[in-house]
């Protein structure tokens, strides 16, 4: 049912944890499921992803899709992380179940929220980001649960 990758996200998270004063920090949900996904930025001034830590409250595939959105978000640029898709979290972990796609969503939009609070607090546009929703079952409709 899961990748050996899913599994040992799951098992041996990667950056699991909180940073004291992110860059940014973003939360996203999804109500229909339960899952809670908080992702926190450190950034440094060329604009490069130094930490990233996460925290989940959600299944296994949630936890999994979490800690690989940080191993693959981490020493890259603003603009790199904001290309960091869901099927690119899916892909890196070899795949999820069509049940478990929304977990790799929350990972993306949490991605985005923290990017979203980062471009915030330091009054910058990042090319490309839209403003991230709180909730991802609105855009999850239209993937299979």
Not at 46 to 64: E, L, M, N, P, S
Not at 90 to 99: C, K, R, S, Y
Not at 113 to 139: H, M, R, S
């Amino acid at each position: 049912m899961y990748s050996e990758k899913v599994m040992d996200h799951f098992n041996n998270p990667r950056n699991v944890g909180e940073i004291e004063n992110p860059s940014g920090v973003g939360t996203v949900g999804n109500v229909k499921c339960g899952d809670i996904m908080r992702m926190y930025f450190d950034i440094d001034k060329q604009g490069v992803i130094r930490d990233v830590k996460f925290k989940t409250f959600g299944c296994g595939a949630a936890v999994a899709t979490s800690s690989m959105a940080t191993e693959l978000v981490k020493g890259k640029t603003v603009q790199e992380a904001l290309t960091v898709t869901n099927k690119a979290v899916m892909e890196a972990l070899d795949g999820l179940p069509p049940v478990k796609v929304h977990c790799s969503l929350l990972a993306e939009e949490a991605i985005h929220a923290a990017l979203w609070d980062y471009a915030q607090k330091n009054g910058i546009v990042i090319q490309g980001l839209e403003e991230p929703v709180d909730d991802i079952a609105e855009k999850a409709k239209d993937e299979e649960y």
